[in-house]
């Protein structure tokens, strides 16, 4: 699904990815863990194509592609989605229209053909559903006042209308409370835990982790995986800290 | 405005036109549109002209008592586009203007306005939303005059402008002269780029970024022109502000 080799990447031109190797197969959960400043958060965008952040060198193949010379709303059409730590308020568009318009700019990027008005919103109000978004959050303008918590619930909905094939989520665990960790942790497995979807979990904390259950865990330090092990690596890390592990 | 000689520079309503374009069409006829008392009118201006002809379309505005005059403009077309409103406020009269003028290449667009509140309890809304590309000039210059009998005037002036190049200009020049001492006159101007966070986050979901640029601008321009009662109106304005908005991506 996605083969990461030998990443290097640099944002004003201070070196951040250092190295960094990975491949993730179709089927599996991978968590990436790690300590403040590591790297994770920049991984997310590079994967993404945030403009600002320059692979240097290295390769990623999406898919048999390479990820790297595609724009970012190709990506997201060839099937990548990235959960946003920090999603962003856009005042006067409707999460309707925004949601919409992501969903057949994709479709069209596949040659599908645009879902209809009323196709679209029986879509969106199962998604809102399934997280327990209020109906009328689907009127609001994007993510315009919503709390910590509902930003996330609205990445997650945008998830599952979109369903990508690969979900980075970066962090989507902070800022929820334990009601809502236990519904976003439900729906990404409802959304992505299937054996042609993989996800990719960026967190700090295990706690997300007894929601989705990954199948590899990796520990990323200082712009490089340098463990990597199964579930149990968690559970290590969060007993010993990074500290103990990075050491 | 039937002023005899051609404006010049000096002159401050016209300090930031394309003054040979203004040369070539002096003299401009004003429109008088005199309402009378408690009565409202509503007028929808399109100023769409070929890009390189000279628009200029000039206003006389005469509120009597309790009279409310609502306009909406959209200003985008023609090499010089400008629509100018003076605005005479009698006792207890309303103006309202929500304006957007929307151009690129080497457009000069502007909306002008004076308010005049010449009697007590008057007041006025002006809202406008610039946005500009290629080498466009896009100038908002509104002047509110206040007598010294006409108290308990409110007036307020809110101007964005949108620069969607390094080589487009605007100007947003509010100028208040006040001579009575109980009124209220608001006005907040601010110019700045498309927000680099929304684009991404757009893209990040499959929108090309041509498409997400029409979204935040189109949510810029906004509410602009949502106080249009007639919808067929505010529909044949609303598609030819957004055909307007992808001209200049």
């Known amino acids: 699904m996605l083969k990461i080799t030998d990443l290097h990447a640099e944002i004003d031109g201070k070196e951040i990815l250092k190295g960094l190797s990975l491949q993730v197969n179709a089927g599996e959960v991978h968590a990436i863990m790690g300590p403040n400043g590591a790297g994770k958060s920049t991984l997310g965008y590079v994967l993404g194509g945030r403009p600002g952040y320059e692979v240097t060198s290295g390769s990623v193949e999406f898919d048999g592609q390479n990820l790297l010379e595609m724009e970012p709303h190709e990506r997201a059409a060839a099937g990548l989605f990235l959960g946003f730590q920090y999603p962003v308020e856009i005042p006067g568009v409707s999460n309707v229209q925004f949601l919409r318009e992501a969903l057949n700019a994709q479709r069209k990027g596949r040659d599908e053909k645009p879902l209809s008005g009323a196709e679209f919103l029986k879509l969106a109000r199962a998604q809102a559903d399934a997280l327990s978004m209020d109906q009328d959050m689907l009127k609001r303008p994007v993510n315009v006042g919503f709390s910590g918590g509902e930003k996330k619930r609205n990445e997650m909905v945008q998830m599952g209308i979109v369903d990508p094939k690969l979900a980075i989520l970066d962090e989507t665990d902070s800022g929820l409370d334990i009601d809502a960790l236990r519904i976003v942790g439900e729906g990404i497995n409802r959304i992505m835990r299937k054996s042609d979807k993989t996800v990719i979990l960026i967190t700090h904390y295990e706690r997300l982790l007894s929601y989705v259950a990954p199948d590899f865990v990796h520990v990323l330090s200082a712009g490089r995986i340098i463990r990597s092990g199964g579930p149990e690596l968690a559970a290590e890390l969060e007993r010993e800290g990074y500290a103990g592990v990075v050491a | ?249």
């Not at chain 2, 040979?20 to 004003?30: G, I, L, R």
């Not at chain 2, 929307?102 to 006025?124: D, K, Y």
């Open chain 2, 1 to 249: 405005m039937n002023l005899l000689a051609v404006p010049t520079r000096r002159d401050e309503t016209w300090h930031y036109s394309n003054l040979e374009a203004v040369a070539s069409v002096w003299p401009v006829q004003t429109e008088v549109i005199d309402v009378p008392a408690g009565t409202s009118i509503a007028r929808v201006i399109v100023q769409d002209a070929a890009t390189d002809t000279v628009a200029i379309r000039d206003y006389r505005v005469i509120l009597r008592e309790g009279a409310t005059a609502t306009f909406h403009v959209l200003n985008t077309g023609g090499s010089f586009g400008r629509v100018a409103i003076d605005v005479t406020c009698h006792s207890g009269a309303h103006f309202e203007l929500g304006g957007a003028m929307l151009g690129t290449g080497e457009q000069t667009l502007e909306i002008v306005t004076t308010l005049n509140h010449i009697e007590p309890n008057a007041t006025s809304n002006q809202v406008v939303r610039t946005a500009l590309g290629g080498r466009a000039t896009g100038s908002y210059l509104g002047k509110v005059a206040v007598a010294r009998h006409a108290q308990k005037t409110d007036a307020s002036q809110s101007v964005k402008a949108m620069l969607l190049s390094r080589t487009a200009t605007a100007n947003a020049k509010p100028e208040l002269e006040i001579y009575a001492d109980d009124v209220k006159c608001a006005h907040g101007a601010t110019v700045g780029e498309l927000d680099a966070n929304a684009l991404f986050y757009l893209a990040s979901r499959g929108i090309a970024p041509a498409q997400a640029k029409v979204m935040l601008l189109g949510a810029f321009i906004g509410s602009v022109f949502d106080g249009i009662d007639d919808p067929a109106e505010r529909a044949r304005v609303e598609a030819a502000a957004q055909a307007a908005l992808e001209r200049l991506l």
